[in-house]
């Protein structure tokens, strides 16, 4: 079992308005480049399942088969139980875990999903190749990450463009790659896959609600989560340069012709299959 790697400090936290975003994610507009290839009988493991809505359709989806969501933070965990619990899903299991080293043997899912985990972490090339590790052989690995770099929206606003450049700032100052969506083919690559599928995908906010919603919990966690404190305590920003990108934030959700959207990098890797010796 390689021995774990130090971890990048998870730049968004926990706060409501994390888990706002979070739990609006499901496997149709989370994971629709890898919903083809599953099949009833699959064994998933979903790295970084947060609040388990993701994990929790996945295990729908296979009815004959298991998934198992694992994240680092055990009462993240413990909301993601409660998640497949409520809704009557009995093909899960949940675990506290480290993508850098993963506690399951070799080959063992017929899957390995990761959702924007790897611009998270401290060595995603080592995360893959874990990942690549626990899937069967002919197995999949599958992996959507954003990039910041790659986010745009209408009308022009210095206060979004402040807020992409802090974003990016504090991110990488935590250790991780907040623009990994372009980079996700190459670190697969670094890791060992050869036979590789990469798309993209975007989420777009456009509609009143849709700008409310999205506008409404950047707005927030600009001010009060995890993200805030370490803009403020790493000294990328001051207390009142965060006010003022969440009221950007707020001036753009109220513009009629207001528009965001979201670029997302997407890999399929299929595991290699071991060839049998000639007896």
Request: contains cysteine; negative net charge; hydrophobic residues 40%.
């Amino acid at each position: 079992m390689p021995k774990p790697q130090e971890t990048a400090v998870y730049t968004h936290g926990h706060h409501e308005s994390v888990l706002r975003s979070h739990t609006w994610r499901t496997a149709a507009n989370s994971a629709a480049y890898l919903l083809g290839s599953l099949k009833p009988h699959m064994q998933i493991l979903d790295v970084g399942c947060g609040p388990g809505t993701i994990t929790a359709d996945l295990a729908e989806l296979v009815p004959d088969g298991h998934v198992t969501g694992v994240d680092r933070a055990p009462d993240i965990v413990g909301r993601a139980r409660a998640t497949a619990a409520g809704r009557g899903l009995a093909n899960t299991g949940f675990a506290v875990a480290d993508v850098h080293a993963l506690d399951y043997p070799d080959d063992t899912f017929c899957v390995v999903h990761a959702h924007q985990v790897l611009q998270h972490v401290g060595d995603p090339v080592q995360a893959l190749r874990e990942m690549r590790r626990v899937a069967k052989p002919n197995g999949i690995v599958a992996v959507r990450d954003s990039d910041y770099a790659a986010m745009t929206w209408y009308p022009a606003s210095r206060g979004l463009d402040d807020w992409l450049d802090l974003y990016r700032r504090v991110a990488r100052a935590n250790g991780g790659e907040p623009d990994a969506g372009r980079r996700v083919k190459a670190w697969a690559i670094e890791a060992g896959f050869t036979d590789i599928t990469t798309t993209s995908a975007t989420w777009t906010f456009s509609t009143p609600e849709e700008r409310e919603w999205w506008s409404g919990l950047w707005a927030d966690r600009t001010l009060e989560s995890a993200y805030a404190e370490r803009a403020t305590g790493g000294g990328h920003a001051t207390t009142e340069r965060l006010r003022a990108v969440s009221a950007a934030w707020r001036e753009w959700g109220e513009r009629p012709d207001g528009w965001f959207s979201v670029l997302h990098g997407e890999i399929l890797c299929r595991k290699e299959a071991r060839s049998t010796p000639d007896r």
